[in-house]
């Protein structure tokens, strides 16, 4: 059997982070939690996850600047970053500054279901 | 020819020539006399009589009788000229006043001299009375009507004065004299060159000689200076003048002081600039264009408008303590220096504070007079006068709004002091309407992002229960269905804390319904709710024994423990791993005090005052936690006061925050 897929979820509400927790271990993902950016940067930096999972709107360091500091360095400029959050896609400058950072998808929390999110990591990480 | 017909023929001759005499003094109004002293002879003309007003066929009075046709100035004259003239020898001429109840009043010339015989010896007197009643009233009709003349010139403030061709003064009224600073005789007979310096009298001359070539009056406006200094602007108007035969004698002015006119002129004018100017940015202000745009465009006008260099806003720092140059507008060829004046602390300009707090405005006709250190920022940029006024919202400075003079020095007129107070109101308003817009659209987003917090828990937490492939135990299964509720809840909570502000802002006021509270009860439930929270950060929280006591109090229960939650909530929410935080109540005065005390990031002193205004949040509270609403202290402090009750704290950044709130008992 394979090695599981390592994903790192940085969210700072701690039932959004138990439910991701919940439904990508039961789908057999290997998954480490972090409540904001800051610590988010260095578990990420240090276990090289296969995919991350990012909440924008943070504590001491928002996901906005985490993914920045990400795509500085060698390894992380290409690992798949998934932003889930909620907040609203309006805001063209914000929009601009994300897509500079080339996350992998950009979903709403209230606009999608836990097993489409799923699905869509899977597809990414070739697992379909 | 007989004896006697020669004798009758000399006689006819001698008759005519006494005709003619007669007729010839009746013409000229002179009458003769002569007075024989040998004989004692008094002969008096025809036309004496006449003149005196007396029958010729009655003999002459003597010398004293007739004394008495006179007035008695003219006796006394009279008699005093006889008298020197017998004692001389001199012939003498007076003028009298003879008084003739049937005549009226006469003026005459009398003409006398002693006669003397061959030896010299005076053997009586002669002479003439000319009656020139009529010249002598012409005359004084003509010093009369001379004598006003000269007092309606004088009399009238303008300048009056006339000159012959050559320019020279042949007179003038008091005005001009004063006007000069001499007298009018010291004028008379001197030219422009005697009266004025050689540049000022070549003027005039050659506008006098202008005029004169053109044969009709001119106008001319000019400032002047009187020998006081006092410095005014007159209005001339000069004018050829003309002798009985239209010749042209001279040329004749008339100044009039128009200085205080002009200012009345300019005022209006100024005024109606104004109000129109006032008009066309207060359009400006209100139109729908871009903060940038509006500021911009105001500045560009108003530096057009008052022929400023430059004009230009500063903002200041949060903390107040530095100011940046945010905007400018720089006129043609003037050197824009809004790049090279980001982030100037007050502390090296103190004299800026200090001119806002004293006098409101700072304004400086010559900046090389000004204070060393707002010289030493000033004239590196050229400016050589410069007026600033502070932008407020409220009692809080934003900045400040100013404008500089970098060719020349300028006074500033108190009109434009003035239409810079107007505006420099409307740019702080346009600053507050952006602080409310913003504040509104961020509260929107925020409100918005924290619905969705709890919304996105309840549906994955759902997902989670529904997913039929995903194993979970009974006890799984009831986690996330309290995980569901807790979300609800949070939502329900954030909803009504919307729903009241709402309603506060259309006029709602709490209804308090009291019942009898547990308040241990009431704490405890909060602390529940809140566990996994304060369990998170390893808080330690300690409840006195005052709380945990059965404390009954008669209250709003909903109220109060929403005020309870909302102060631990926040002390939860700001305090750092492994905080503590303590709760506690006790009676003072009539009131039960409640404590609940952190030793968490605490609240920065320049926002202190600013924490129960409704959406505020302090700097380091958004840090901590991005999405709170800046509603909870708004509403906790209403709710406490709708009891009766009073909200306030204590705090240090860094150190934490104790809240209190106290109840009416």
Redesign the interface.
């Known amino acids: 059997m394979d090695k599981p897929k390592k994903i790192i979820v940085i969210e700072d ?4 982070s ?3 927790n ?2 990508l271990a ?2 057999g993902f290997d998954v480490v939690s972090s ?1 904001n950016g800051e610590k988010g940067l260095c578990v990420v930096l240090a276990e090289h996850p296969d995919l991350i999972l990012l909440d924008l ?4 360091m ?1 996901g906005m600047t985490m993914l920045e500091k990400l795509r500085e360095n060698t390894w992380g400029r290409t690992v798949p970053v998934i932003i889930l959050t ?3 896609s309006a ?1 063209e400058k914000r929009n601009k500054d994300i897509t500079k950072l080339e996350p992998t998808y950009y979903f ?3 606009e999608i ?3 489409e999110l799923v699905e869509k990591i899977k597809e990414k990480l070739k697992m379909l | 020819m007989s004896l006697s017909s020669i004798e009758g023929s000399k006689k006819s001759e001698l008759s005519l020539l006494n005709y003619e005499l007669n007729r010839a003094q009746a013409i000229a109004k002179i009458g003769s006399w002569s007075w024989d002293s040998i004989k004692g002879k008094i002969t008096w003309s025809k036309e004496l009589y006449h003149i005196y007003g007396l029958d010729h066929r009655l003999p002459a009075p003597d010398y004293l009788n007739h004394l008495k046709l006179y007035s008695l100035e003219s006796r006394k004259i009279l008699d005093r000229a006889v008298k020197i003239a017998i004692k001389d020898g001199k012939p003498y001429q007076v003028q009298l006043q003879l008084f003739n109840i049937s005549n009226g009043i006469k003026w005459v010339i009398g003409n006398g001299e002693v006669v003397r015989n061959s030896k010299g010896k005076v053997v009586g007197q002669r002479g003439t009375i000319q009656d020139i009643t009529k010249q002598k009233n012409l005359e004084d009709k003509i010093l009369h009507s001379s004598a006003l003349i000269e007092s309606l010139l004088d009399s009238t403030p303008d300048i009056i004065f006339f000159k012959n061709l050559n320019g020279v003064y042949l007179g003038c009224n008091t005005s001009f004299a004063e006007f000069i600073g001499k007298t009018k005789d010291k004028i008379i007979g001197k030219t422009d060159h005697d009266l004025f310096s050689m540049e000022i009298a070549d003027t005039f001359r050659k506008y006098d000689k202008a005029v004169l070539k053109l044969n009709k009056p001119n106008h001319n406006e000019e400032w002047i200076t009187y020998p006081d200094g006092r410095k005014i602007l007159i209005d001339t108007l000069k004018t050829p003048y003309y002798g009985p035969n239209k010749e042209k004698i001279g040329i004749l002015g008339i100044s009039r002081d128009i200085t205080e006119h002009k200012k009345l002129e300019y005022e209006v004018n100024n005024n109606l600039k104004q109000q129109k100017f006032l008009a066309e940015i207060s359009v400006e202000l209100n139109q729908y264009a871009s903060f940038d745009v509006v500021l911009n465009d105001v500045l560009k006008k108003l530096a057009i408008f008052t022929n400023a260099s430059r004009s230009y806003i500063f903002e200041d720092s949060i903390d107040g303590k530095s100011t940046s140059n945010t905007y400018e507008y720089c006129a043609k060829g003037v050197k824009p220096q809004i790049d090279n004046l980001k982030n100037i602390k007050y502390t090296f300009i103190p004299a800026f504070l200090k001119g806002f707090e004293e006098d409101g405005i700072i304004q400086s006709n010559d900046v090389s007079k000004m204070s060393k250190d707002l010289r030493a920022i000033l004239e590196p940029q050229g400016i050589k006068s410069i007026l600033l006024l502070p932008l407020f919202i409220g009692s809080r400075r934003l900045g400040f709004f100013g404008l500089d003079i970098t060719e020349k020095n300028r006074d500033w007129k108190i009109d434009e002091i003035h239409l810079l107070k107007i505006i420099s109101n409307s740019v702080s308003s346009i600053y507050a309407r952006k602080e409310v817009d913003s504040i509104k659209s961020e509260f929107i ?1 925020v409100a ?2 924290q619905l ?2 709890p ?3 309840i ?3 759902s ?2 229960l529904l ?1 039929g ?3 979970k135990t009974i006890d799984q299964q009831n986690e996330y269905i309290k ?1 569901i509720n ?2 609800n809840e949070r939502m329900i909570k954030l909803v009504s804390n919307l729903l009241y502000v709402s309603s506060i802002e259309s006029g709602y006021k709490f209804k308090i319904v009291k019942k009898k509270n547990n308040i241990a009860k009431i704490v405890d439930q909060i602390l529940l709710y809140n566990k ?2 304060s369990g ?1 950060k390893k808080i330690k929280i300690i409840e006195s024994e005052s709380i945990s006591k059965k404390l009954i109090l008669n209250i709003d229960g909903n109220k109060i423990r929403q005020v309870i939650d909302n102060l631990i909530t926040n002390a939860i929410k700001y305090s750092k791993e492994n905080g503590i935080i303590e709760i506690d109540c006790g009676y003072k005065k009539g009131e039960i005090v409640f404590k609940i005390k952190d030793n968490g990031i605490g609240i920065p002193k320049e926002q202190q005052n600013k924490i129960f205004e409704k959406f505020y949040r302090a700097d380091n509270a958004t ?5 709170g609403t800046g509603l909870g202290l708004y509403i906790t402090k209403l709710m406490v006061e709708a009891h009766g009750g009073k909200l306030w704290f204590e705090s240090k950044e860094n150190k934490g925050a104790t809240f209190y709130f106290s109840l009416p008992i």
């Open positions: 509400d701690p039932i959004l138990k439910a991701l919940i439904e039961g789908n409540e709107v943070m504590p001491k928002d909620n907040l609203s805001d709403m929390k209230t279901r836990l097993e | 987003s918005s992002h969705k917090t919304l996105a828990g549906k994955w937490m997902n989670l997913d492939k995903i194993k995980d807790y979300s996994q929270l998170n840090k901590n936690d991005p999405m």
